[in-house]
T-cell receptor
């Protein structure tokens, strides 16, 4: 059974810092990996999708990497802003199913 | 463009009462549909998914049921709510390998 772990569970950084969020998974037989953002009391917003054949995806200040063989993904956020404060979730996909990690709660302080 | 709706946004129900949460998707046809629950302090748990009208798969044994009476409509129900059914319920749709989430319904069972 796939298990997804995100470290750290919570992170507080000053504005302007570059930061890395980590995601690890136990079964490397995945179709894709998706990073989401969740604001308090809201639904999930898809940030980046990396297909199993890809190694990274970029969108603006966000860069996500995928290393299937080691069962790891990272989400890199450049020049963090207070508006980046949210919970970030990674999810690994196999077929039509996603398995989610527990999330990293990020606070960016002005 | 595709949009996903959920209602109600919030709901407070007494133990033993029935439940009906609705999810509809616009701008696409024959989507895969999903119901997730996010309990306080816990990750997202997949409850049900559907690949077509009348086709429902349940991921965990529980007090809830799901139905898909129309192509773009997904309903989550219960005949008698339990305290443990409290949580944030998210509906999602996916064309195949990606999933897009609705705004969620906050259910409090008292």
């Amino acid at each position: 059974k796939q298990e997804v772990t995100q470290i750290p569970a919570a992170l507080s950084v000053p504005e302007g810092e570059n930061l890395v969020l980590n995601c690890s998974f136990t079964d490397s037989a995945i179709y894709n990996l998706q990073w989401f953002r969740q604001d308090p009391g809201k639904g999930l917003t898809s940030l980046l999708l990396i297909q199993s054949s890809q190694r990274e995806q970029t969108s603006g200040r966000l860069n996500a990497s995928l290393d299937k063989s080691s069962g790891r993904s990272t989400l890199y956020i450049a020049a963090s802003q207070p508006g980046d404060s949210a919970t970030y979730l990674c999810a690994v996909g196999a077929g039509n199913m996603l398995t989610f990690g527990g999330g990293t709660r990020l606070m960016v302080k002005p | 463009s595709q949009t996903i709706h959920q209602w109600p946004a919030t709901l407070v129900q007494p133990v033993g009462s029935p439940l009906s949460l609705e999810c509809t998707v616009e701008g696409t046809s024959n989507p895969n549909l999903y119901w997730y629950r996010q309990a306080a302090g816990r990750g997202l748990q997949l409850l049900f998914y559907s690949v077509g009208i009348g086709q429902i798969s349940s991921e965990v044994p529980q007090n809830l049921s799901a139905s898909r009476p129309q192509d773009r409509q997904f309903i989550l129900s219960s005949k008698k709510l339990l305290l443990s059914d409290s949580g944030f319920y998210l509906c999602a749709w996916g064309p195949s390998i990606e999933q897009y989430f609705g705004p969620g319904t906050r259910l409090t069972v008292t």
